[in-house]
């Protein structure tokens, strides 16, 4: 019988938390499985992403990427181990069909934030940045990308929760990490591990979430993200006071303007 | 494909179970989704506060919900009512947001003219509000219904039997050709559905098509 007990009773037992079973071992795995695939997807998927809704050419990507993304993770799981697994003799045979797998599912998320962020870039800026003789790589680098972290960051919240989840579900090909108490929980009928690992995903995975929404919140420019009514009220202030102080200046210019232009 | 033949019987009784849990939690979800839409879009505070708890449900992972949800609701474990709830809960996380921005997006001159002609708040939401919303909610349903496919096909791994049983038991057989059956048998009922609900918005809003 599963009870608040017996799933506390789990994570107060000290035999759970040491050894290559033990919980900070399984989650620094799935930490290490989630930061590799991150990786791998983010280096294929900005440079493609931004150079599509840069160029506006070959959108076919996105749209296909994003067709992918029906394909059943499991299925997809078993089909790659299936393909790749006996290409490899080592240990590697478990988890480098694991990470490719997380890593194409890590791909569309990622790449379709890129590039609806980019799109969605006010036409009027990306003409001004090229007014103002800013050659394709700086309009891209210092007004495009900046303006795109918002969707870009949301692709990257979906990607990591995907990844976290998927890394979860490869537990059942022998990857490692946390899904391991999910499965061998199943598979010895050990119920009460599964529900405390179910509860040690799903905190990670919420965790996760956190630090990415607090790193949203660091890296958008506070003009695009119009944070707070703060910034919006400060501006308008800025803006009320400077045409204070224009006004006050043509006033000044125009008592002055007899003055300074008698030694003209 | 032999092999499909041989088994389509099998294949469409796990297709129409694969279709009942991913489809009725379609209809929960919409059916609880709409009124909290409705409520988001009332109060920026309720937006911000019904968004993040929505957004929580959904990062957690579909394995662990199957999981927590039987202890959490007293079921036992292999009730498919467990994966049910656990889609519904992922589609309410989904759609809430799409119907808040759906009613959000009807245009004000538009609501101002139902109030002029007398519409009670509920009626003008009824007859105003939320069919103009349909285009953008469709879209939220076709998003979650796809997803909802990909997910049940997940809950195999703890015995609960729909498309999904094709690629545990392919797996555990070593035999590719089951497993590829269960993909491909996964993706045509995403498609059906995604065709369905796409259909049933064009019924819904014939002013759409009208071309000047």
Redesign the interface.
Known sequence: MITFATVWAWFTDPANWQGSDGVPTRTLQHLEYTFITLALALAVAVPVGAWVGHSGRMRWLVTGANAARAIPTLGLLFAVSMLVSPLFTSGLAFTVPSIAVLVLLAIPPLLSGTYAGIESVDPAARDAARGMGMSGWEVLTGVELPCAMPLFLSGLRSATLQVIATATIAASISLGGLGRYLIDGLASQDYVQMVAGSILVALLALVADLVLALLERFAVSPGISGRGQSVSRRRRLRLRRGRARDTAASVKNSTDAPLSADPA | MTWALDHLDEIFSLAGQHAWLAGLPLLIGLVISIPLGWLATRKASLRTGLLTVT??L????????F??L??LLGTK?LDPVNVIIAMSIYTIALLTRTVADGLAAVDTSTRQAAVAMGYSTFGRFRAVDLPLAIPVVAAGLRVAA??N??IV??A???GISQ??YF??D??AR?F?TE??V??IA??LL??VFDLVIQLLARVLTPWTRVTA
């Open positions: 957004g929580l959904y990062t957690i992972p579909s394995l662990a919900l999981i927590l039987p202890p474990v796809v997803s496919v990909s096909s997940v195999s791994l703890i498309l999904g690629l545990t392919g797996y070593s590719p497993v590829w269960g993909i996964c993706l995403a498609l």
